[in-house]
Structures are given as C-alpha cells and as structure tokens.
C-alpha cells in the first residue's frame, strides 16, 4: 500500500499518519527526515542535499525524488509507504509518478483532508495550548501569523495536487472536521482491499 495524505498545515495528516502506520505496519516518510539521514548517512544524493543545504538553498526536486527513491528500495518500505511532505506542487508529483514508473510502481490512494481553513486557526491554537499542558516545546510555525502563510503557500502550491490526483483516478476526498476517530475509520475503509 502506497499512500500520500493531503490536506493544509493542521489538518490532520500527522495525526492519521501516525494511525496508518500503527494499524498497517507502513513506515510514514517524511522527506524533511530523510533529507537528514541521507545528509547523516552520506549517501551520493545525501551530499548532493549537503552541500545544497550548507548554501542555504532549498533542495531541487530531484535531490528529493532522487532520496524518496532510495529510501523506499529499504526493506521496511518495501510493502508499502506513506509519504509525508511530498510531493507539495504538480511538478513534484510528476517527477515522483516517472521514478514510480522507472521502479514499476504505483500509489495506491491520494486522501485528503478537507477542512474549513478558519476552523483550522483554532485548532492550531488548541494544540499550542495542548503541547504547553504537557510541558512541550511548541513548533515555531504554530501561531496565527505563521500558520496563515503556510495556507497561503498551501493553497497556491500544493491545493493543485487535488485536480492532479483526482483526473488519475487515485484522490479520495474525506472531510477532515469530522471527529479524529471518524476520519480514521473512513481511511481503514479506503484502504480496505477491495474484491476483485
């Protein structure tokens, strides 16, 4: 099972992420993370990501592609995967369905969440209020100003996912402002194998 979760910054992604993995077995991959193994592990791609990083530049999209690809040849991501943080625009996705191809490959499912974006402003400050109840340090990116940029950015780069998926047959569209609980059973229901 091959998933990637969509869905503006608060949505519920990590959270149902998370579930997924617990209730499949499917190692979640975030690309942020795996750019610092590859960076750690000095892989070719890895040093490549370094050196770009060092500059301050943001990482191509190929370096990226290029560490997804090495990372699901890993055997804990061999049966499946659920991507994280990638693709975020069309031109991501494009690059990732030819590597997909080149490996002999697909993506099972595309799910997003759909959620009211002004909804969404209270449930960061929840969890800015949840996280400081249990003594955590709070994401720099959770407050209103910060998380007002990220749906624009969101909104302009990678809301166009929607479309893309959904004209290759693979979006499901869940209303992400259902109970947690509900959103979860509706994804075991999507991701249910189906009869032949």
Known sequence: MRLILLGPPGAGKGTQSARIVEQHGLPQLSTGDMLRAAVAAGTPV????????ASGGLVSDEIVVGIVADRIEEPDARGGFILDGFPRTVPQAEALDRMLAEKGIGLDAVIELKVD????VDRIAKRVADTLARGEPVRKDDNPEAFKTRLVAYRELTAPLSEY?????????LDGMQPIDQVTAEIARILQPQPA
Not at 117 to 120: I, K, V
């Open 46 to 53: 890895g040093l490549k990501a370094k050196d770009v990083m």
């Open 117 to 120: 974006e002004n909804a969404l």
């Open 165 to 173: 998926y959904a004209k290759k047959g693979l979006l499901r569209v």
